[in-house]
């Protein structure tokens, strides 16, 4: 729902206007008469979008708007008024207005429109802030990665992350703007020039979105370290760039290298044993040593295998797992303490990539280069991730016996590349919906925006715009390439100031005037220029926007020509202007006329003396005058029983905390009198002394409304134990009607009708106390602080709505067994009806943990009623979730054999007996007679019953006995014997 705060001194029109939007659904409106309460409401209140009236006593709708604006408040504004002039239109525009509605037409459509430039305002502002929020959350993603990450446009580093300053041993803006290659010394460990092979990897991440390699970094103070550098491409304003995720694997290379030359030397040591035979027996114990530090050196390569952030594998040629380390298991969500036997490395990807696998490694064994490559993996509870897979070959006496691999979770930086995607997509789609004319270029001075409202000034296409540079951006405006106010903005020049009318800078942003001389604009152009930076600090581009001020422009020459013939009156004018200093004072006096005739009571204390109090305040205590009350201790208006309470907020308040929600306590009055107030305090300042202000509102005769709403519910319990005493009355008339059915037809038809015409009756009539209660009880349970009793308030709401739905039940029941009731065939889509029921029980289902699985296919489609259908839908699937235990299951299938289609609504519930299945569609009647849930009518089937004979079809249930599920089938005709030939 959206909240909507109406501002116009009409009193008829302000209702008018709340009855008419509410009625459109989706809004909650409040309305006001005075521009100045209208502002404290904003200020103290929750409004989403605020529609005011123009012109008002006292405060404009222009004036609320900048008056709330001025305190930071940025709420949508929409001017709906019976002014028509344009320069209210400019005017409200400039003030930054949304939109500008005019009062009169037709009324259903003014307020279609309206309510469509609501939503639109309102959606416009909750995107700017999840762009907002986007952003800041992909910086704060970027910032904490682990790994190095670094921004590269060709070999040049444009953006890096902390870790990555961290890893060069140097702070990032010395990173920013250095040359790729040489951050790594000339050449790489296998002989390759650092800067061929730095081309290489970016020409294979353009052929294949990305590349993953070991690298030799070298640091600004000449020490190296090894790392895997992972490598992709992504582009943003038309730019290319390359990001660059950097992980130092010196210590792992080490490691390797040390346990590589530990098996050379053990089998140097091997070779000479064998070769002497005399020296065997001598060295048989040096061996023995040899292997256990062979033993140790396998376990060490285990331990540091199983202390890697990535997970490790081996496995035979045909894919048998012999070996992972301990962060594979972690990865894919198995015991670390039971081991894979059996599994093969297909297991670990979904089905589709399987193929992929197998290629991989055939490609390996074929000699082909070792690439990573990315998979779509699968974890033992059957969720998928995202990986990088980098493969070797195994081999043994030069033979291959399997393949060695790394596995890398990279579902973390998609999820990134995604969030970083949607959030300049929704910057883009921002710039180009602004309401003014927005040129964006970058530091080369190419355009890289051209929005819509610039296209519509000038004429010309965003296409023929983006990318040109040379000042071509100049030439709609001035009719040749010159600069503008956004080459200013970029880099200062005297030579430009000198082509606008009026310039000046508030900041790095530079404003200024034009007159234009355009192919198709000859116009006074006001503009606002400022450059853009990089998280270094650097100026990257720059941004303008522009509006047409050609009419303000003539207003402003009009006024100055007044103003010199003003000047030259100056002397003849001094009566006027002791008039005007006497009408500031009288303006200085309003403020103070508010407080003095407010009708709530104010007082300003500073804890110990009473500083002063309003008439209404003097009133409340029983005082005559001003006199009487001030300096007076404020604890001796309080009921005892509330000092201890007093007392804390005046401390908190005096410690600047928060301002404190109302509280409801009891005065004192001069005479004795208790006084029931509800009271708001806030610390200001007062005559340069620190003091509070209290605010207190007679709470009297709203406690006596909430006791007459106590006995009003009362009232309605007692109706609603009469409603249930006459279901069971009528449950009775039934059973006994079913025995006397053969010799009574007659009889039975008029007392059915007799029983319908009472319900259509009993409805009605409950409806209308139905009607208020659900008007006001959210209201009190919305203006309500005490958490008691909005727990009431809502207990309250509860069973109004239980009443309200199971009288609807009944007039739906007593509807379809009107006899002139006439089928509503229409073709209907029942897989979207289905799924509008679910969505509506989703809460219950939630609340249950349920599993819901709609088998029914999209397409299909049958001769119904969406009316009908709907609630057919509802009632089978509300049945289901009453009766099915928590986390239970709830499958809902189709199925067509040409002449008819079956829908079925199975559970796995309490089940039925033989007799239940007999009796449950009857009316009234419920499965589980033990529980007493007043929103278990017993008529949910019995209208499911009434809706399929109307229509032709059939339901029925079918159940193996209590305690194992029940099926609720119903069956549409298809042909005219369908659900006859239906078991």
Not at 255 to 267: M, P
Not at 784 to 797: A, C, P, T, V
Request: glycine share 6%; proline share 4%; hydrophobic share 40%.
């Amino acid at each position: 729902m959206i909240s909507v705060l109406y501002v116009d001194d009409d009193d008829s029109f302000c209702r008018f206007f709340k009855l008419f939007l509410e009625k459109m659904n989706g809004f909650t409106v409040t309305t006001e008469r005075s521009g100045f309460k209208a502002l404290e409401m904003i200020l103290s209140g929750s409004f989403e979008i605020i529609i005011s009236d123009y012109e008002m006593p006292g405060m404009s709708g222009l004036d609320l708007l900048r008056s709330y604006k001025s305190k930071g408040v940025n709420i949508p504004f929409i001017l709906f008024t019976g002014k028509g002039r344009e320069e209210v239109v400019i005017e409200a525009i400039n003030e930054g207005a949304a939109f500008y509605l005019q009062k009169g037409g037709d009324p259903p459509s003014l307020y279609a429109e309206l309510a469509h430039k609501i939503r639109q305002a309102v959606k416009a502002s909750a995107a700017q802030k999840a762009l907002s929020d986007s952003e800041e959350k992909f910086r704060r993603l970027f910032e904490t990665a682990f790994d190095g990450i670094i921004i590269l446009s060709d070999f040049t580093i444009v953006d890096c992350n902390n870790q990555a300053a961290v890893l060069f041993n140097t702070d990032k803006k010395n990173l920013i703007g250095y040359d790729f290659p040489l951050l790594a010394p000339d050449f790489q460990p296998e002989g390759t020039r650092t800067r061929d092979k730095a081309e290489e990897l970016l020409q294979t991440v353009l052929q294949e979105d990305g590349s993953f390699v070991t690298w030799r970094f070298q640091r600004p103070d000449k020490s190296l370290f090894d790392a895997e550098i992972g490598v992709s491409r992504f582009e943003t304003g038309g730019i290319l760039y390359y990001q660059a995720i950097i992980r130092d694997i010196t210590e792992r290379i080490l490691a390797e290298s040390e346990l590589e030359q530990r098996n050379v030397d053990l089998s140097s040591a091997y070779e000479e044993l064998i070769a002497s035979d005399e020296e065997l027996k001598a060295k048989v114990e040096e061996l023995r040593e040899s292997q256990v530090l062979l033993q140790k050196s396998k376990k060490k390569h285990k331990d540091l295998a199983d202390l890697l952030p990535e997970g490790v594998f081996e496995c035979s040629l045909d894919g048998q797992i012999t070996y992972v380390n301990y962060h594979t298991y972690i990865l894919f969500g198995y015991d670390p303490y039971h081991p894979l036997d059996g599994m093969n490395v297909l297991d670990f990807v979904v089905p589709e990539e399987q193929a992929r696998i197998i290629e991989a490694f055939q490609s390996i064994v074929e000699d082909a280069p070792s690439k990573p490559h990315e998979y779509l993996a699968l974890r033992s509870d059957e969720s998928t991730f995202q990986v990088i897979i980098h493969s070797s070959l195994i081999l043994e006496n030069n033979t291959i016996v399997g393949f060695r691999g790394v596995i890398i979770d990279i579902s973390d930086r998609k999820k990134a590349e995604d969030e970083i995607r949607e959030s300049r997509q929704k910057l883009a789609d921002l710039i180009d919906f602004l309401p003014d004319a927005t040129v964006v270029i970058n530091k080369e001075g190419e355009v890289i925006f051209w929005n819509r409202a610039i296209v519509t000034m000038t004429g010309v296409p965003a296409g023929k715009m983006l990318g040109k540079g040379n000042y071509e951006y100049s030439i709609p405006f001035y009719g040749e390439k010159r600069p503008m106010l956004i080459d200013l903005a970029l880099k200062p020049d005297e030579y430009i100031k000198d082509k606008y009318l009026n310039i000046s800078w508030e900041g790095d942003g530079v404003i200024g005037e034009a007159y234009t001389t355009g192919p198709t604009l000859q116009s006074y152009l006001w503009g606002v220029a400022s450059p853009l930076w990089n998280e270094a600090g650097e100026i990257i581009g720059a941004i303008e926007c522009i509006r047409d001020i050609t009419t303000r422009k003539k207003t402003e020459e009009a006024l100055e020509k007044s103003r010199e013939e003003l000047e030259k009156q100056v002397e003849e004018r001094t009566s006027e202007l002791t008039k005007a200093n006497i009408a500031l004072r009288e303006s200085e006096e309003r403020h103070r006329t508010l407080v003095e005739f407010s009708p709530d009571p104010m007082f300003v204390h500073d804890g110990k003396q009473i500083l002063y109090a309003n008439p209404a305040g003097i009133r409340l205590f029983g005082f005559e005058s001003l006199d009487e009350i001030l300096g007076t201790d404020p604890l001796s208006y309080v009921h005892p029983d509330y000092h201890l309470i007093v007392k804390s907020r005046i401390n908190s308040s005096f410690s600047h905390a928060k301002n404190a929600v109302p509280i409801e306590e009891y005065f004192i009055s001069k005479t004795g009198d208790l006084l029931h107030v509800e009271v708001s305090t806030m610390a200001i300042q007062y005559q340069g002394k620190s003091a509070i202000l209290v605010l207190a509102r007679d709470i009297s005769e709203r406690k006596k409304v909430e006791a007459r709403l106590k006995e009003y519910a009362q009232v309605l319990e007692e109706k609603n134990q009469e409603l249930d005493f006459l279901a069971n009355q009528l449950i009775e008339m039934n059973h006994e009607l079913d025995n006397r059915v053969r010799k009574r037809t007659d009889e039975v038809n008029r007392l059915l009708k007799q029983k319908d015409d009472f319900i259509n009756r009993l409805g009605h009539d409950l409806k209308t106390p139905l009607t208020p209660l659900i008007a006001l009880i959210p209201t009190l349970l919305h203006d309500e602080y005490d958490s008691d009793k909005r727990e009431l308030f809502k207990i309250l709401l509860r069973s109004v709505y239980s009443i309200k739905e199971q009288t609807e039940k009944i007039l739906t029941l007593a509807r379809l067994s009107g006899q002139d009731g006439v089928a509503e065939f229409e073709i209907i889509h029942p897989a979207s009806l289905i799924h509008q029921a679910v969505e509506k029980q989703m809460l219950f289902i939630e609340k249950k943990n349920l599993t819901v699985e709609v088998l029914v296919p999209y397409d299909l489609t049958v001769r119904f009623s969406n009316r009908d259908g709907i609630s057919v839908f509802e009632n089978l699937l509300g049945n289901a979730i009453k009766y099915t235990p928590d986390g239970g299951l709830i499958r809902i299938y189709v199925d067509n054999d040409g002449d008819s289609v079956t829908i079925t609504f199975e559970d796995n519930g309490i089940g039925l007996s033989e007799e239940e299945t007999i009796h449950v569609f009857d009316d009234f009647y419920r499965a589980d007679m033990s529980r007493h849930d007043r929103q278990s009518s017993g008529l949910g089937l019995a209208i499911v019953k009434r809706v399929m004979e109307r229509y032709g079809g059939r339901v029925w249930v079918e159940s193996d006995g209590p305690g194992k599920g029940s099926k609720f089938i119903i069956c549409l005709p298809v042909t005219h014997d369908g659900c006859k030939n239906t078991s």
